[in-house]
């Protein structure tokens, strides 16, 4: 007789830990996991298999697309792999390839959720605004030539604070998400020859931060005044606003939990 | 009768193009034409030549090994090209790959040589200084974990300042090079995590900088006191002085014409 197969499931308690990685995105196809293609979820659930002999699902705080890097990206996974929180980053890093660097690990409450528990986000998007684009850099801002004014942008990424409907800055509104959204920094920092666009907010709509700073280059480009971007967001137009821009200058900094 | 050959080589004055160039040494074995390697002085004189129609060298100011950057590399070359000296970045920049990118160019004396007036040379090796290495930082820094004494290694910096003897720092002393140097600028910059050592000089011998920044990272780890920099540099012995630290970290940052 086979003994009841409770006994096989019988172990360690299941804990919750949640990690802090820092990503380059250049080679991958983005956060999630996708069937042939290399992610850095992928990445991550591979290396906690290798070292806990077991498959676990690892929550991101949001996806970043292909291309789109973090320095704080958050995600927590559940395992009754026994290995003490303080040596998890050592442990992942050694499975990990080196554009993917687990950051830091912490047990937390069972119930944490990387991605529903998240409170707000922080993201930051670079320009690099000179005559000739970086060949270090490359990768990790948007080359614009032409002087920006960073005045106007400044001016014009005030509108953008508080909660609003986004849907003008969102992509693909088939579906019927919900585009209200809370914004509450949207700043724009000189580190020339860098421009760094600066949103914090409880959350983005998919594309929502390069859509945004797409119409605010349009604005320091002097192609639109600065309430163009108070018209955009009322027209609730996503046809108004301008062009994503690539995804290699964008970076989520920052996951706030409660 | 074939017409006398100098008519053949009749054609507009030859002229000097200086450039100064940014480069991602990681995919490159460093500056130097070799054969059957990608180099960047081979890209650049390829898109020189498919610009031109004519073969020049470029003369840089000094080799950079495999894997070593530069946001200042200067080099020249002698063209009877016409192309105005403002458009050569923009066309030279079109025949390169990405990583590396020419940011100006300017009629020179025909005399000019890049390494023969080269007068100072300033390198910063990039040193990250924490628990974890960086997934996006990776190829432009050298990862150290255990938390450097910035105070030690400054006052040891202050021995390399001055006209010495730098044997002790050189590779492979076989061949009667002079190894005679003057250092004008030696220095600890901390912008934690990241800690910088900036040198300038007349000229530094082979693996110099990188000989000098593993010897100050001993006195950073404790593993010597900051004399310890005064007695290698006075014994001119290379076994006596740290290892040389990785390529990724060095970056040419400018050189120095009068």
């Known amino acids: 007789m086979k003994p009841p197969a409770r006994k096989k499931r019988k172990g360690p308690p299941l804990r919750n830990l949640r990690l802090t990685i820092e990503y380059d995105g250049t080679r991958y196809f983005g956060w999630q996991v996708q069937e042939g293609k290399s992610t850095v979820q992928g990445e991550v659930e591979r290396a906690v298999r290798e070292i806990s002999g077991s498959e676990a699902t690892v929550i991101g ?57 998240a409170k707000r986000k922080t993201y930051v998007y670079t320009v690099l605004n000179r005559d000739v684009a970086s060949a270090i850099e ?37 579906t019927k998400e919900k585009t209200i959204r809370t914004i509450d920094r949207a700043e724009i920092l000189s580190e020339r020859p860098r421009v760094r666009f600066v949103f914090r907010g409880t959350g983005f709509l998919y594309n929502q931060v390069r859509a945004m700073v797409g119409t605010l280059l349009d604005v320091g480009l002097g192609k639109a005044p600065p309430d163009h971007v108070k018209a955009v967001l009322e027209g609730r137009d996503r046809t108004k606003a301008g062009a994503n821009v690539p995804a290699r200058g964008l970076c989520l900094v920052s996951v706030e939990y409660d």
Request: hydrophobic residues 45%; negative net charge; contains cysteine.
């Open 138 to 174: 490359r990768d990790h801002c948007h080359f614009v030539r032409r002087t920006l004014d960073l005045a106007a942008m400044s001016e014009g990424a005030k509108f953008l604070v508080g909660t609003h409907d986004f849907r003008a800055f969102g992509s693909d509104m088939a």
């Open 61 to 117: 705080s949001g996806r970043t697309d292909a291309g789109v890097h973090a320095v704080g990206q958050v995600a927590n996974f559940r395992t009754s792999c026994r290995i003490p929180a303080a040596k998890w980053p050592l442990a992942l890093n050694a499975h990990l390839p080196e554009d993917i660097r687990v950051v830091s690990a912490e047990d937390v409450p069972i119930e944490f959720h990387a991605q529903f528990n």
